[in-house]
């Protein structure tokens, strides 16, 4: 399925051209900290989220943000909706834990087959 947003029902009344652009990806952050869409209610457990992503190395982007711009982000995409699904927050914890123990692992093993193959030349 195609990721797909609508940021029709923000209020983009005060949004500067970088927060316009931010809008054209933000489905992409949204996908990354499992929630749907952007609302009152739902706003600071997005930028949870965000910071959490950030401050164990997984941020959602290239370069990292303060906790006071992500909450500028957040609070100008109210409104903003995707067709990502909704975790909750035991369950979108639980994947970055599994995600981030399978990255542990795979390397472990990659430095285990290379060690093993430089004993086996020498």
Do not use: P
Request: hydrophobic content about 30%; aromatic content about 10%.
């Amino acid at each position: 399925m195609a990721l797909s947003y609508n940021y029709e029902k923000c209020d983009d009344s005060n949004w500067t051209k970088d927060d316009r652009n931010i809008a054209g990806q933000f489905c992409w952050s949204l996908m990354h900290v499992g929630m749907q869409n952007v609302t009152e209610k739902n706003k600071d457990e997005i930028v949870f989220r965000l910071m959490f992503l950030q401050n164990i190395g997984m941020g959602a982007y290239t370069k990292d943000q303060t906790l006071e711009r992500y909450i500028d982000i957040v609070n100008k995409m109210v409104g903003y909706g995707t067709n990502v699904g909704n975790e909750t927050r035991r369950k979108w914890i639980s994947n970055k834990i599994k995600y981030f123990a399978r990255e542990i692992q795979n390397d472990i093993d990659i430095e285990k087959e290379k060690q093993e193959e430089e004993r086996k030349s020498a």
